[in-house]
């Protein structure tokens, strides 16, 4: 498989949070969602990746790539939306693309103007009157606008109206159709990341506990509804977050594939009940199972 | 690089326009009365070219976060501090080369010239040096930081000077007899050189100091 990002044993330290030995890959025109609480992580990691603060250990791979070198030419095929939009406040829209345009080999002017036409920003306001929904997809045009292979976006949602935030994942799904396009994002945000990830990484206290792609996960948990002693002990007792229902139990089980066989009588009588998991009823698990 | 280097010539600008008017002005009005010496004028304007244009754009690149909108764009940290140290080099050439033009040109005796052209380029190479450590404490701290400390070291070193330096000249029997034998001896000249090769650590160590520092 080709990978458009390869971290490996990536190490950020500082005082009270480590980022601990972060390793994982991006295949190339995937996109993949890092999931976390708030201070796992996920901020530092993506800083990390574009190189705008200093690991303390670990290697980072862009294109096969790494960043001492070859910073100017990993950045001209990279686009960037953070977690705050930074720009030059009393400037306008014409200002930044005239400033941004002049760092970009590949940039394309008629793609920016139909993204700005797209979304109906104005061209002569100054950026300090922009709402937070506006500056996001701002920084949306000027990351799509020079043809990155590589998108990275940080909480490119979060704090964003429900309309705005349906848009911004519309044109990731619209994006999702560029096979030549590969996106490592974060949220914090399930519902987003479950629409849209191939991939899913999920990361806990500066560690990746999860790093899948999103249909084998799916296959692997499930949760099981089941009558009293309808199931194996060794399987009930493997289950997590278990819950008495009014007709027997639940539980979500990470080895569906395993004990998959030892349901196949239950399910034939009907005291016990296969359901899909959504990423959030994982998380909870994972949390919970620790 | 050279987008950096083009905004913050514009923002030097700022400050050359009213030079030249004030440059038009004097000539005109000031320079037949002798009343001020433009050696001292552009000395000193050298030094308010750096120190102000410094200030301003950097203030400003702080409140604007421009430093965190450059570190998304492909530029590296090596391109944005060179292009700093070019500017400053530029514009403080320009000035003393000015300085010396001039003092050239309006000379009315060959006395005390050595001197003040001495005077002119080593205040150039002080004022290179002034813009050096500005930057090292804005890549350190940042510039709100940096401003605090350097500003209460410069009024300090500033009091210093003004009240021990005569001291200490006259202490070593320094005086304008002195100043003149140094300038015609011509051993300044090493010393402005090594004062410009200074310059060149002091912006190789910024890079170190911007490569290694978290955002600014």
């Known amino acids: 498989m080709d990978y458009v990002l390869e971290v490996k044993d990536l190490r950020k330290k500082y005082?009270?949070?480590?980022?601990?030995?972060?390793?994982?890959?991006?295949?190339?025109g995937t996109i993949t969602g890092l999931i976390g609480p708030n201070g796992a992580g996920k901020t530092t990691t993506i800083k990390l990746l574009m190189n705008m603060i200093r690991k303390n250990s670990g290697e980072v791979k862009i294109f096969g790539l790494d960043y001492s070198n070859n910073e100017k030419e990993i950045k001209n095929r990279i686009g960037y939306v953070g977690e705050e939009q930074y720009f030059y406040q009393n400037k306008t829209i014409k200002w930044t693309e005239k400033?941004?345009?002049?760092?970009?080999?590949?940039?394309?002017?008629?793609?920016f103007e139909n993204l700005i036409r797209k979304f109906q920003l104005p061209l002569n306001k100054k950026i300090k009157k922009f709402s937070k929904g506006m500056k996001v997809k701002l920084s949306f045009a000027v990351a799509l606008s020079h043809?990155?292979?590589?998108?990275?976006?940080?909480?490119?949602?979060?704090?964003?109206?429900?309309?705005?935030?349906?848009?911004?994942?519309?044109?990731?799904?619209e994006l999702k159709q560029k096979e030549e396009l590969s996106v490592f994002l974060s949220s914090h945000i399930t519902d987003d990341l479950f629409r849209i990830s191939d991939q899913i990484a999920y990361m806990v206290d500066g560690e990746i506990i999860i790093d899948e792609f999103k249909d084998d996960l799916l296959a692997r948990w499930k949760k099981i509804i089941f009558k009293t002693e309808s199931l194996q002990a060794e399987v009930e007792n493997g289950l997590i977050n278990v819950e008495k229902q009014l007709f027997g139990s639940s539980g979500i089980t990470d080895r569906y594939s395993e004990i998959a066989g030892s349901l196949e009588e239950g399910l034939k009588k009907g005291d016990i009940k296969i359901e899909n998991v959504n990423l959030d009823d994982i998380l909870i698990s994972l949390v919970n199972g620790e | 690089m050279w987008k950096l280097i083009r905004i913050q010539f514009i923002n030097y600008l700022r400050y050359i326009i009213p030079l030249g008017i004030f440059l038009a002005f004097y000539f005109t009005e000031f320079y037949e009365g002798g009343k001020l010496p433009v050696f001292v004028f552009l000395c000193f304007w050298a030094f308010l070219l750096i120190s102000g244009s410094l200030?301003?754009?950097?203030?400003?690149?702080?409140?604007?976060?421009?430093?965190?909108?450059?570190?998304?764009?492909?530029?590296?940290?090596?391109?944005?501090?060179?292009?700093?140290?070019?500017?400053?080099?530029?514009?403080?050439?320009m000035i003393t080369l000015l300085n010396v033009i001039l003092l050239i040109i309006r000379l009315q005796s060959v006395e005390g010239l050595g001197m003040k052209i001495m005077i002119g380029i080593l205040w150039g190479v002080f004022c290179?040096?002034?813009?050096?450590?500005?930057?090292?404490?804005?890549?350190?701290l940042g510039y709100t930081r940096m401003t605090k400390y350097f500003w209460t070291a410069f009024l300090f070193t500033i009091v210093l000077m003004v009240f021990f330096v005569g001291d200490v000249l006259s202490g070593l029997k320094i005086g304008i007899d002195s100043l003149n034998k140094f300038s015609e001896s011509l051993l300044w000249i090493p010393i402005a050189i090594a004062g410009v090769i200074v310059y060149y650590f002091l912006y190789k160590y910024t890079i170190r100091i911007k490569e290694i520092s978290e955002e600014v």
């Open chain 1, 15 to 28: 005082q009270g949070f480590t980022l601990n030995d972060v390793s994982f890959r991006l295949p190339h």
């Open chain 1, 147 to 173: 043809n990155p292979e590589l998108l990275i976006l940080d909480e490119p949602t979060s704090g964003l109206d429900p309309v705005i935030r349906r848009e911004i994942l519309d044109l990731l799904l």
């Open chain 2, 55 to 93: 200030s301003t754009s950097e203030s400003y690149e702080e409140k604007n976060n421009g430093y965190r909108i450059l570190s998304s764009l492909p530029i590296t940290d090596r391109e944005i501090v060179r292009s700093k140290f070019l500017m400053v080099f530029c514009a403080v050439t």
């Open chain 1, 99 to 111: 400033f941004v345009s002049g760092f970009y080999k590949n940039w394309d002017p008629e793609m």
């Open chain 2, 128 to 140: 290179l040096h002034y813009g050096a450590l500005m930057y090292i404490g804005i890549f350190k």
